[in-house]
């Protein structure tokens, strides 16, 4: 991002330094000197309309060229924009008309601008009144015949879906870290009152229940920056397919945020449902964590589908050369062998015990397994369902949940391993709580794997899509009362 000098009286945004344009030093309005003051313009990230939410591509917001070519002439509307009333620079995204230059139809894609509040057209609602995050200046904004100029266009007439995808990746992979920050503040919290507090004749933190509060949250924690630096040192090292990661960070950090938040609460008691202590804010901002770049449960799909298309594409050719399984014994060959070996060396719990400190074989091999076992449940489900797998919702959410164990498994082996390696004074405390996660997560992923095919869940899966229709179309629960009413 560039620096630039501010002139005297106005801003000084051109169209040429637009894309790399965020900060101004210079004078301020009055004309007053500044000795290379920093101000600094706020940016909106415009996608989400009254009717287009988690499906993106569904917006309608339209942006028209001009007969020259020159501009285009944006209309619609943005709401729950962060900094909408107080941005001087929006990215939005609208739908335009594009022409396939090999048929010559013309059909509405999915464009990204880059607009300017001083191009005129562009309005603000009041600040939203919001359950928590109460200091972000959240809002609607207004777009009416807005004149935008052609070069203000990101990746090309059509290509915004792809940069609204984007961005939402690269906001995910954050969260992990900046919501175990989150999580060490509530168990601070915890910890401080449950040491100190007095009930029966005993320091409360002495008792089972509220060990186990402390315990899960900690590990919690552990997993959540154990997984944030993970994907965090992949791109360091140059990965530029994270997605599924970033995703699986975002999803777990943000729920096990909520649950450190929420179990702090609990074992505070009353003092913890007070303002003074600070934890009931704390919970409010937490719950947006869950929604925003991509609700968790669209992520949940996202994963899952995500990991079986890759799965996919393998079977499409292995399907193709079971055909002529003369002319491609080597493709058949090679993808049994591979199954089989997988299968041997799980077996022999050889396959991630000799990457991981020997202390933590035995974790290494449950993870093995879950891999293996996972593995299998993908193909035998693409086999069972081809393309209308993404219509099983129910047995995605099960697939989803499993890789985000299996995520979390790798990501606290490698961890433990390095500081058991490296001799830090946390070593073995680090290795119980990766042994603990390990072995409850492998309870887990058998459970949830078995769900996406045993026939008794199969069915309650059908019971409760009947049962959420017919409360759907009687408008609530639809149960007599127990006394009439």
């Not at 995204?93 to 010559?104: H, K, M, N, S, Y």
């Not at 035998?380 to 219509?391: M, Q, S, T, W, Y």
């Amino acid at each position: 991002m560039g620096v630039h000098l501010r002139p005297k009286g106005g801003l000084g945004l051109s169209n040429s330094s637009m894309h790399d344009l965020w900060r101004y030093v210079g004078a301020n309005d009055l004309g007053v000197a500044l000795p290379w003051g920093l101000i600094s313009l706020l940016a909106s990230f415009c996608l989400t309309e009254p009717t287009s939410g988690s499906d993106a591509s569904s917006i309608r917001t339209r942006a028209v060229p001009t007969a020259d070519g020159k501009h285009y002439i944006l209309n619609g509307s943005k709401i729950w924009i962060s900094n909408g009333g107080l941005s001087e620079i929006f990215t939005v995204f609208a739908q335009t008309p594009v022409t396939d230059e090999a048929t010559g139809e013309t059909r509405d894609k999915v464009t990204a601008f880059i607009v300017e509040r001083s191009f005129g057209g562009v309005n603000n609602g009041p600040p939203e009144k919001k359950m928590g995050i109460k200091a972000s200046n959240t809002t609607e904004v207004f777009f009416e015949d807005c004149k935008i100029p052609a070069e203000n266009i990101l990746n090309g007439v059509g290509g915004g879906f792809k940069v609204a995808m984007n961005i939402l990746n690269n906001g995910r992979f954050g969260m992990g870290a900046c919501l175990s920050g989150t999580m060490g503040y509530c168990i601070g919290k915890a910890v401080e009152f449950a040491g100190a507090r007095k009930q029966f004749g005993r320091i409360i933190g002495t008792f089972g229940s509220i060990q186990e509060k402390i315990a899960r949250m900690i590990m919690m924690q552990y997993v959540t920056e154990s997984m944030a630096y993970m994907v965090s040192a992949n791109m360091d090292h140059g990965s530029t397919e994270f997605q599924i990661e970033a995703a699986i960070s975002k999803i777990y950090a943000s729920e096990a945020a909520w649950y450190c938040a929420d179990e702090a609460i609990q074992i505070l008691g009353g003092m913890g449902f007070m303002r003074e202590t600070g934890l009931e804010r704390v919970m409010r901002d937490l719950r947006i964590f869950r929604i925003f770049e991509g609700t968790n449960d669209i992520l949940r799909l996202f994963v899952a589908l995500t990991g079986i298309q890759y799965a996919g594409s393998h079977l499409k050719e292995l399907q193709k050369a079971l055909k002529k399984p003369t002319a491609n014994f080597g493709m058949i060959f090679d993808a049994g062998a591979k199954r089989a070996k997988r299968q041997v060396l799980v077996n022999g719990g050889q396959s991630m015990a000799e990457h991981v400190h020997p202390t933590l074989s035995g974790s290494a091999g449950q993870t093995s397994k879950a891999v293996e076992d996972f593995g299998a449940t993908v193909e035998e489900l693409l086999v069972k369902f081809n393309k209308g797998i993404v219509d099983e919702q129910f047995i995605l959410h099960r697939v989803a949940e499993s890789a985000i164990d299996i995520y979390g498994m790798v990501a606290v082996l490698s961890r433990a391993s390095r500081s058991l390696n490296e001799h830090h004074a946390s070593a073995s405390h680090e290795a119980m709580i990766c042994e603990v996660f390990c072995d409850e997560a492998a309870g887990r992923i058998k459970t949830n794997l078995q769900a996406t095919s045993q026939s008794n869940c199969l069915e309650n899966y059908k019971k409760m899509a009947t049962i959420s229709q017919e409360v759907i179309s009687s408008g609530g629960p639809i149960q007599q009362h127990p006394l009439g009413f």
